[in-house]
């Protein structure tokens, strides 16, 4: 499996999940999650997608410009939407390049850095983002009693390891 495809799975597994999910679960703010909600983490996770999405156009990625729409967080019809578009946006990648990362990691001051980087290595930075994420919705999920698949939010190389391990 090609590593667009893992990120095009990783999506439908969202988007199936998606479809689980009461309304009100995904808006509750959670106090496991400091008081944020399902859907912020959602949101968090597709946002990075949609700039990657439109880094890739510019040939520049800044996840610091994030537009933290409110709907994707709130709307579960409207986050699938988007996993769609995402969906169908991955699917048109057909080789790598290269592209400029910026990133400003100080919290006071402007210290912008530009990183060289890839669609590849900005797609696996991606996936295990969203991984970690899923990770994090897990806890509040099975909180409420919402059952999961053992492999949910868990990294690719643990589900390795668990397996050899098991053998």
């Given at each position: 499996m ?10 439908e597994?969202i988007?199936s ?6 309304s009100?679960l ?8 400091s ?6 983490h ?6 990075f997608?949609?700039?990657l999405?439109?880094?890739i156009?510019?040939q ?12 994707i967080e709130t709307n579960?019809?409207?986050a ?5 578009n ?9 080789t ?6 910026n990133a ?6 402007d210290e912008e850095?530009q990183?060289?980087?890839?669609i ?11 991984i ?8 509040a ?11 949910f ?8 390891h668990r397996k050899?391990?098991a053998q």
């Open positions: 090609t590593l667009i495809e893992h990120n095009i799975l990783k999506l597994e988007k999940l998606l479809k689980q999910l009461p009100e995904y808006v509750k703010p959670k106090e496991i999650l008081q944020s909600t399902v859907g912020q959602f949101r968090h996770i597709l946002e997608y949609v700039c999405q439109n880094g156009y510019k520049t990625v800044c996840y610091d410009e994030r537009k933290r729409d409110t709907l579960m019809d409207y699938t939407g988007i996993i769609e995402l969906q169908l946006f991955l699917e048109k990648i057909t790598d390049s290269p592209l400029t990362l400003n990691y100080a919290v006071t001051a850095l990183l060289k980087t890839s590849y290595r900005e797609l696996a930075y991606a996936l295990d983002h969203t970690h994420h899923l990770a994090i919705i897990k806890i999920l099975i909180e409420e009693k919402i059952e999961l698949d053992t492999n939010g868990v990294a690719l190389s643990t589900i390795r050899v391990c």
